[in-house]
């Protein structure tokens, strides 16, 4: 029997591929984390000891600069901020409106199982996994669309 790659237009690759999309965009927040890489966006911004506009002012971060967040989020003085450990000084609090994620490249591999799908098949089973961390790993598996 001769199998054939189904292309994207069929309906079941078409089920697939809207499933991995469901499942690859939920969870996605625009908080930070602690442990989160962020950088400075729209500088210079003031760098303050305690998270208030009348905090003393350590400094400023320019655009560009590059910082982990080490605390927060706390609201003080009409502001949500974070403190953050900078790559250079100085290090405090900073508003949330000066930061952004750096975020890291992650690759998605969508691979059926069996990898080759007779033309008319009916079901199909799949399995998503990351690649762009370390470890690879799978993120979804062994969800079934059916063609029908």
């Known amino acids: 029997m001769k199998t054939k790659i189904p292309t994207f237009a069929s309906p079941l690759w078409q089920a697939?591929?809207?499933?991995?999309?469901?499942?690859?965009?939920?969870?996605?927040?625009?908080?930070?984390?602690?442990?989160?890489?962020?950088?400075?966006?729209?500088?210079?911004?003031?760098?303050?000891?305690?998270?208030?506009?009348s905090g003393t002012s350590l400094g400023t971060q320019t655009t560009g600069a590059t910082g982990t967040i080490a605390g927060g989020p706390t609201t003080a003085t009409g502001y949500t901020w974070y403190n953050v450990n900078f790559s250079s000084s100085p290090s405090g609090w900073i508003v949330q409106d000066g930061l952004?994620?750096?975020?890291?490249?992650?690759?998605?591999?969508?691979?059926?199982?069996?990898?080759?799908?007779?033309?008319?098949?009916?079901?199909?089973t799949f399995t998503i996994t990351r690649s762009g961390g370390t470890p690879a790993e799978t993120v979804y598996a062994s969800t079934t669309a059916t063609e029908g």
């Open 100 to 124: 952004t994620l750096v975020v890291t490249p992650t690759t998605y591999a969508i691979t059926p199982n069996p990898a080759t799908v007779g033309e008319s098949a009916g079901s199909l």
């Open 16 to 53: 697939l591929l809207a499933m991995a999309f469901a499942i690859l965009s939920t969870g996605s927040s625009l908080a930070f984390s602690i442990g989160d890489h962020v950088v400075v966006v729209n500088g210079p911004w003031n760098v303050r000891q305690t998270p208030s506009t």
